[in-house]
């Protein structure tokens, strides 16, 4: 896994009067650009605790006093999106294999969620192309069939199609090749095009495994299926 490795800090400040966290502005050997960053001596990332204790030190120069803040006026609580809540649900179980360092598994998870929305949406065209007097094929039974159906009907565009194929064929190397890795036919050139469909303008390419499942298949898979339920009738969702 690829270490995060802190290159530049600057502007640190205390984020309130009880001095438990710095607010800053951080550049990393994975970002492409500056971003404002939290640091706090809890944080459950390594560079999180250690960007903390260096701005401490006074690394980085005098620790800003926190800005007066002024109390909102109370707001009454955002309604979650039924759909959201479902990936609420979803994201408790994938985060224990990330907790568990257990990228392959993470690939499987995450792969067998967009499955079953694919399968979902085109349940729910068959009702509508059968209650409209249209013919109805067999259902699909593999994951690349249904991409394929999905597309056909208009339910993903070919952009979406292609990153659920590569999605697919990670997840197809990840469930089969035992010694799963870089060289794994089709794994590299799936994670290069998921990074640059989706996370080349934030996140810096890295020839590692680990770090690409965690932080760019992951992250592509999550986005994808936050489209496709918002597609799926509240009631589905």
Known sequence: MVKT?????????????????INCWVRTNTLVQEVPFTATPYDPEPHGRELFARCLAGEFGDIAAPEAQRLPAPMPPAEVPVQLKRLERFLSHANLENARKSFRSVVIVWASFLDGLLDELL??????????????????HTFDDRIKRAFAAGLIDQ???????????????????????????????????????????????QDDLDYLLQRVYSASCAMLIMRLLERLPVEAA
């Open 5 to 21: 490795e802190i290159l530049s800090v600057r502007d640190p400040q205390w984020v309130d009067e009880n001095r438990t966290a």
């Open 159 to 205: 952009e979406e199609t292609d990153r659920c194929l590569h999605i697919r064929r990670i997840r197809n190397a990840a469930a089969h090749d035992w010694e799963l890795s870089l060289e794994t036919e089709s794994v590299l050139p799936g994670l290069r095009a998921l990074h640059e469909a989706d996370h080349s303008e934030v996140l810096v390419f």
């Open 123 to 140: 349940e729910i065209e068959a009702l509508r192309a059968s209650a409209a007097g249209e013919a109805v094929g067999k259902p699909p």
